[in-house]
């Protein structure tokens, strides 16, 4: 696990410092948000500028004998263009979970933040033709701010890599390739999305999407989600999404959310 962690921290401290001296100009364009999908952009958030992205989730998981229903109230990251290639990234979320067994709710309801999320994006490269715009991203998981529900006794980790290709003036496609750690495991968790959008109009998109991992030792994890963004102006955008697992665990995922980037 720390052979891995070393190798992607010092990949990032490279690619930091190749950034910092090949920087271009940049100006604000039409906002580009990570959410509502799994699937991360390549692009960063403008030098000087903060963009908050947040939003409400529900999730219904488990077999037909034990579930867990989700509620997630407060999602929330906040993105800063700290130099024309790269942003630092804070996140947070608040949930309660509610168990049932085969229907009859129990009491121990947990509630409480989750750990930290702190880390950075790089723009790695430009899109040039058939090869695609190219972003790194890596985050650490701290558990010093968690609920005691939510509070793992060691410090998470993620890599991956984010590549978008222009398909058409309205279509592109992206996906992400990368690892996490978590959960109090050393297990290698391998992350991959791939995902579809399409802008019906200006200001409405729509997009669908496959995304999991691949635990080391455990059972792969497959899900599908589909949503739609409209944006309000080029700073301000609405999302929802509806999903679910292919394979088993997740039978259902709602979400909804705001992006706002400041200054206008």
Known sequence: MQFYKNISL???????????FSQ??????????????????????????LQIETGGLYEDAGEKVLKQKTTT????LLRYGLLNNLEIRVGWDFSEVKTENNGVKLDNVATGLSPLLVGAKL??????????????????????IAGNDFKPQTTGADFRFSFAHTLTNKSGLSYNLGASWGDDSSEVSYIYTLSYGYSIIKKLSVYAELYGNLPENNTANHFWDAGITYLLSNSVQLDATVGTGISKGQNLLLSAGLSVRLPN
């Open 10 to 20: 010092t990949f990032f401290v490279g690619l930091i410092f190749n950034a910092a």
């Open 24 to 49: 271009k100009k940049t100006t604000p364009e039409t906002l580009v948000t990570d959410r509502p999908d799994q699937t991360e952009s390549p692009s960063v958030v403008p030098k000087g500028y």
């Open 73 to 76: 109230f407060n999602t929330t």
């Open 123 to 144: 723009a790695v490269t430009e899109e040039k033709g058939i090869l695609p715009e190219i972003g790194f991203l890596a985050h650490l998981y701290l558990p010093f």
